[in-house]
């Protein structure tokens, strides 16, 4: 599996978690929040789904690496907010089973967030895709508050 990081381009899984430790470690004394998060845009015969990895460095500025990944077109929106929770959650598992394989499981909470909200018509599946991801045992964000999916992965889903 290939990554894109805006900065360093195209990276295998293994080279961007080396990245992300490398950021990490630049500056220890810092606290970090691992950020999950996936958007989808519907484009002639298929949809395109990007899901991003953020790193940030808490009051000190972040980075991020995206995957592309295109699928035959989704037309419900019900399907294709379950489909991004799902790339998220497959996303996160990866990257905690890296962290847990390098010991730093404790220092870093990975969250997802997810792209719904209580306002609009996604309002109705919050309750099924948040018990998705906490169920997963991650945290998980919804709208305002989740960033990853809103804006960054949506930033490239154009």
Known sequence: ?????????????????????????????????????????????????????????????ARYFYRKKTHRKIKSLRQKIFFETALSLEMGGMVAKEFSDRGTT??????????????????DLIREVVGMVTGSGFCARIKPEAFGASSVADRHTK
């Open 1 to 61: 599996m290939f990554l894109t990081s805006p900065t360093k381009g195209k990276l295998t899984f293994e080279e961007t978690i080396a990245e992300i430790m490398e950021f990490i470690t630049g500056l220890p004394t810092s606290s970090y929040k691992i950020i999950i998060g996936s958007d989808s845009q519907v484009m002639k015969g298929s949809t395109c789904f990007i899901t991003a990895i953020i790193v940030h460095r808490l009051g000190k500025g």
């Open 106 to 123: 404790d220092d870093f909470k990975v969250e997802i967030h997810i792209d719904v909200g209580n306002y609009g018509e996604t309002k």
